[in-house]
């Protein structure tokens, strides 16, 4: 018999890893639906990192004492069990960042400084996080150089049958989110990085949403660079990594510069590292590092599939409930989605409705989530979000349905 991966584990056990879950807020039980933003932080990640503070701080790479090398051997493991996680082919090809934010930045700035020309094209698309957008105009301003975009479709797809025009030969990059923050909606990214080579573009796939979510091989995928960010996938905050193609990295010159990237410093010149220690100037964010390897040994053990079928299972639950309720719009698409939807009630502003659920400790997100010009294209000022994670429950869900059937009689 098909026994699907998600049914051999124990969901609800795994909430008493997550002490924040037992949370009241207002006096009521919290319902957290905001794990787009971020997601909570399971006892196995928060241990180690005690224990790394309580064992083993020192500074990385530079002192001759026990500590130190105990420091550095565990972040540089932590680089190696990145690259395993995402399938890269070695450990050089991982670059700790803050994150996502910081990820697109070092492209942006360091590789489109080098080879992006005035006329060249970098191709977006419609459905872009403000941090794949604004790091491109900043880059596009300073080198005249020219944006495009996919549009988004109704249904919350890519429109793609508009691709042959925009991926033009002039295109250097093609940047893309995985799985879109607003919609839910899953990028075909193979497809989407086999185009982009045929033109001879790089591409930047934008993993904030993807990392924790589902199984993610950077040989599958095919892409050039991929972002995340490790506080979307039970890790600390201020840490995540830039994959890059190890060929790729090798051209690219360092953009901060500071301690731990040089090889020697003269008064007026300086020769630097190879890659990744090249793009990672200053003391690293130690602690976070191992926090995120914590935090993929965490996840693995659940099993990726298995995290991916049961967000799958939890949010066309919430799509099916949702739609009982009068006045209510989703977005995104009808098919495979990620744990994210996003809607609108006629009842009440997005803002009105999320206060509303938080009164009763339901955290939900109500606004742009840093997707205006997407918004602007659906034609509404923001929505709310319900996101959702492996720790989440439908009877959490029927909660959330029941508030929300509460807030169209309050606002009516
Ligand atoms: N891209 C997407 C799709 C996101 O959802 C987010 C976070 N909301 C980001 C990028 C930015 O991530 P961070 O703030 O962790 O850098």
Redesign the pocket.
């Known amino acids: 018999m098909h026994r699907p991966a998600s049914a051999t584990v124990d969901w609800k056990a795994l909430r008493e890893d997550f002490p924040i879950l037992r949370e009241r807020v207002h006096g009521r039980p919290l319902i957290y639906f905001d794990n ?2 971020t997601t909570q932080k399971p006892r196995p990640m928060l241990e180690i990192l005690r224990q790394y503070y309580e064992h083993t701080n020192a500074n990385v790479h530079r002192g001759l004492h026990e500590l130190s090398s105990r420091a550095t051997e565990a972040y540089e493991r932590a680089r190696q069990r990145v690259a395993d996680y995402l399938g890269a082919a070695n450990a050089e090809e991982i670059v700790f960042t ?7 930045n070092l492209v942006a700035q360091a590789w489109g400084g080098k080879f992006v020309r005035a006329d060249d094209v970098i191709l977006l698309t419609e459905m ?2 403000h ?2 957008l604004v790091p491109w105009q900043l880059l596009a301003e300073r080198i005249g150089a020219r944006l495009r975009f996919v549009p988004v479709k109704d249904d919350g797809t890519l429109e793609l049958e508009r691709l042959p025009a925009l991926l033009t030969p002039e295109v250097k990059l093609f940047g893309f ?1 995985h ?3 607003s919609l839910g909606t899953i990028n075909p990214v193979r497809e989407l990085c086999e185009k982009a080579h045929a033109v001879g573009a790089l591409t930047l796939v ?1 993993g ?2 993807s990392a924790g979510h589902m199984p993610v091989d950077m040989q599958e995928l095919g892409c050039d660079f991929y ?1 995340f ?1 490790g ?2 996938m039970c890790a600390p905050t201020g840490i ?1 990594a830039l994959y890059a193609h190890a060929e790729v990295l090798d051209s690219i010159p360092p953009w901060h510069g500071g301690g731990e990237m040089i090889v020697s410093v003269m008064l007026e010149k300086s020769a630097f590292k190879k890659p990744p220690h090249r793009f990672e100037a200053g003391t690293p964010k130690i602690a976070g590092a191992i926090g995120l390897a914590a935090a993929i040994d965490y996840l693995e053990n659940i099993g990726r599939a298995a995290i991916f079928e049961h967000d799958a299972e939890l949010t066309s639950y919430a799509v099916e409930r949702m739609r009982e309720l009068p006045g209510m719009r989703l977005f995104g698409p009808r098919g495979e989605r990620g744990a994210i939807v996003g809607f609108v009630m006629n009842a009440a502003h997005p803002h009105d409705l999320t206060t509303f659920a938080d009164q009763q400790g339901v955290a939900l997100r109500g606004g742009h ?2 997707n205006q010009p997407l918004m602007r294209r659906f034609g509404v000022p923001g929505t709310t979000r319900a996101s959702f994670y492996f720790y989440n429950t439908k009877e959490e869900i029927d909660r959330m349905i029941d508030i929300l059937g509460d807030a169209v009689r309050f606002f009516s």
């Open positions: 787009a933003a803050r994150g996502t934010t910081e990820s697109i872009e996080h941090s794949n989110t799985v879109s923050n934008d904030a949403q972002a960010s506080h979307k995540g989530h840093c």
